[in-house]
């Protein structure tokens, strides 16, 4: 099962206004992701983190590998109508090889 | 780079049919390839792991004679559910590495709606 916690699971903003949605677990994890998906379309890699305390930009788009390497965050700067859909965390532990664990997801809807 | 091709995007069909489902890494060699089943609002769950040229590996309770995992060459993995029943319907989506290193990230497909009448 999912040993990730991703909240909050939907937001609703305001065109313009910042988000953050964050992971955690009470696992270690060695690598983190952040991925976008669109409806009937696969995830879009956003993100990825390497190094517990990593703090890591793409564009507006700003996420950190937490120091205790047991959470992430992103945060959206400006959102913009376009930056609607559904952010999924995934992390990558040790003992798991290449498989990733996902985040239930974060529905985000921007309101214009 | 890192583009990963899924064929086809959607596939209807009757209870009892089998159905093939693709996975291609275009622009790079993918040693592991990874298919993952999605439920509408729900997150993505692995299915399994599939290594070039070696027996796939199922998660647990994945039945493994119903979802053949074949990854024959570098570049191409296939899913084909047998005797598809309506509980089969869902979004599949591959997932692969580009090289050996486990830390990679993996790259998506677009998924495959698979609609069992």
């Known amino acids: 099962g999912q040993q990730l916690n991703q909240s909050p699971q939907s937001m609703f903003i305001q065109e313009g206004e910042d988000v953050s949605m964050n992971c955690t677990s009470s696992?270690?994890?060695?690598?983190w992701l952040w991925y976008k998906q669109e409806p009937g379309e696969g995830p879009v890699l956003l993100i990825a983190?390497?190094?517990?305390?990593e703090l890591t930009s793409n564009g507006r788009l700003t996420a950190q590998f937490g120091i205790t390497r047991k959470d992430s965050f992103l945060n959206i700067s400006a959102s913009i109508p376009s930056d609607v859909g559904i952010y999924f965390c995934a992390g990558r532990r040790e003992t798991s090889g290449s498989r990733l664990t996902f985040g239930e997801g974060t529905q985000l809807t921007v309101n214009p | 780079g890192a583009v990963v091709s899924q064929h086809p995007s959607w596939v209807i069909c009757k209870s009892g049919t089998s159905v093939k489902i693709e996975c291609r890494s275009l622009?790079?060699?993918?040693?592991?390839m990874f298919w993952y089943r999605q439920f509408p609002k729900q997150s993505l769950m692995l299915m399994a792991t599939?290594?070039?040229?070696?027996?796939?590996?199922?998660e647990q309770g994945v039945e493994k004679d119903k979802f053949l995992i074949n990854h024959a060459s570098l570049t191409l993995s296939t899913l084909t559910v047998t005797s598809a029943h309506p509980e089969d319907s869902s979004f599949y989506i591959c997932?692969?590495?580009?090289?050996?290193?486990?830390?990679?990230?993996?790259?998506f497909g677009d998924g495959t709606r698979l609609s069992i009448l």
């Open positions: 696992s270690i994890f060695n690598t």
């Open positions: 622009d790079f060699q993918a040693t592991t």
């Open positions: 599939s290594n070039e040229g070696s027996k796939a590996t199922y």
């Open positions: 983190l390497y190094k517990a305390g």
């Open positions: 997932s692969a590495i580009g090289d050996r290193a486990i830390n990679q990230p993996q790259h």
